[in-house]
């Protein structure tokens, strides 16, 4: 059953900033490390960002300088600061837990695009 319940994408042109929202519909948040990934069309789903229960964030390089995740254990929320987005970026993100796992349930994501 989906945990994760993604909100926050849109069309924004390059350069510009979206703030992603995660909320884990189920048991705490506080206990579990959460991942942003992202699926671009024709892609592999691949890991942007996770934090750690204590906090500890940690990026990809596409991510470095640009992303900023943070969470909210209190409010059951993570979320994803995307700053200085480029065409690239575009995709479906999606949240879950850190690492997945092969038979990790999926929600709908949030579609991101970036215009050039």
């Known amino acids: 059953q989906v945990q994760f319940v993604e909100s926050g994408g849109g069309l924004v042109q390059t350069g510009g900033s979206l703030r992603l929202s995660c909320v884990k519909s189920r048991n705490t948040l506080s206990i579990v490390r959460v991942g942003w990934y992202r699926q671009a069309l024709g892609k592999q789903r691949e890991l942007v960002a996770y934090?750690?229960?204590?906090?500890?964030?940690n990026y990809a390089d596409s991510a470095k300088g640009r992303f900023t995740i943070s969470r909210d254990n209190a409010k059951n929320t993570v979320t994803l600061q995307m700053d200085s987005l480029k065409p690239e970026d575009t995709a479906i993100y999606y949240c879950?837990?850190?690492?997945?796992?092969?038979?990790?349930?999926w929600g709908q994501g949030t579609q991101v695009t970036v215009s050039s």
């Open positions: 934090i750690t229960a204590s906090g500890s964030a």
């Open positions: 879950n837990e850190y690492p997945s796992g092969p038979l990790a349930d």
